[in-house]
């Protein structure tokens, strides 16, 4: 009977001890845990990404220092506080994500509109988490944001300057369209006749107007005669006869005889010194004597009505 109270006190020593090693396990454990909080939290808060995260009830738990520099939020502290009363203009639409969240869906978005209470409208990359405590059920959700306000807009006042850009290159076109149209006109001027006025230099690409201009001419009035008409063309140097030569030819194959007209003294002068050769065209004095040439050679002449009778007076 005597060693009975020794063994109890040794099962209660032995009790303590155990119990002394438990709150050893669970101090440990909580510091652990405590330490681990702090390197998420440290993590959390440094990482450069712009990221929170909140309870079942929408209040912030952790945020990074992206995320309080991103949405303007230097100098409040947050924790505790609800997601909805920091961002009260928040769109339903975004509500009815987190609420799908918090159900277990994982939900993200790519320049996601956010049109802001002051009339300005933010644009984010996003993406929703739900996240899980250590039983398995969801404790709230992790936001990850990108704000790409500046690029976006960056990129739609490009859009819009390509835009400008485009319509100033197509009014350019219609306007250079339109200069070429008035310097190689096609003027009809008697059936089966059409002269083209040239003013100015002729280059390689003005050549290459003025022959698709007479080209159409002649197709469109079903022309007999075209008479180019060089009065306004100061210099023709080898490389213009060469044009105007080709431009004749071009019309030939058409079945249109082509008559060089306004040669000055001064341009006669200079084809002679530089050996031009214009001998297959024709060629008259001014555009009077290119016409009656072309009259003559459809067989039509240009004559003076007579006057009509006055009718007779009563008296």
Request: glycine share 6%.
């Amino acid at each position: 009977m005597s060693d009975a109270p020794e063994t109890e006190i040794e099962q209660l020593r032995a009790r303590i001890a155990e119990l002394e090693q438990q709150m050893q396990r669970y101090a440990t454990i909580e510091e652990e845990l405590r330490a681990s909080e702090e390197r998420l939290r440290f993590f959390v808060e440094n990482t450069p990404a712009a990221v929170a995260m909140l309870d079942s009830d929408m209040r912030y738990i952790l945020a990074s220092q992206r995320w309080i520099h991103d949405y303007h939020l230097e100098g409040q502290d947050i924790t505790g506080r609800s997601h909805y009363e920091i961002f009260p203009d928040l769109p339903e639409r975004w509500k009815e994500v987190h609420r799908r969240a918090l159900a277990g869906a994982f939900e993200e978005a790519e320049e996601d509109p956010w049109p802001r209470d002051d009339g300005s409208t933010e644009w984010l990359n996003w993406k929703c988490y739900p996240w899980f405590k250590g039983d398995g059920s969801i404790g709230g959700i992790v936001f990850f944001t990108e704000v790409i306000t500046k690029r976006v807009l960056e990129r739609m006042e490009l859009e819009r300057s390509r835009e400008q850009l485009r319509a100033t290159v197509e009014e350019q076109e219609r306007l250079i369209q339109a200069i070429r149209e008035m310097s190689t006109p096609v003027v009809p001027i008697y059936d089966e006749i059409i002269v083209l006025p040239l003013v100015g230099s002729i280059d390689s690409r003005r050549s290459a107007q003025i022959m698709e201009a007479l080209l159409s001419g002649i197709q469109h009035y079903a022309a007999e005669i075209a008479i180019i008409d060089i009065t306004g063309v100061s210099v023709v140097d080898t490389s213009v006869a060469n044009h105007l030569i080709q431009t004749t030819r071009a019309a030939s194959l058409l079945g249109a005889h082509c008559v060089l007209v306004g040669i000055s003294a001064e341009v006669a002068q200079a084809m002679v010194h530089l050996g031009i050769d214009l001998s297959t065209v024709v060629t008259r004095s001014n555009l009077q004597a290119g016409i009656e040439y072309a009259l003559d050679r459809l067989g039509k002449q240009i004559t003076t009505r007579s006057p009509a009778p006055a009718p007779d007076t009563l008296v």
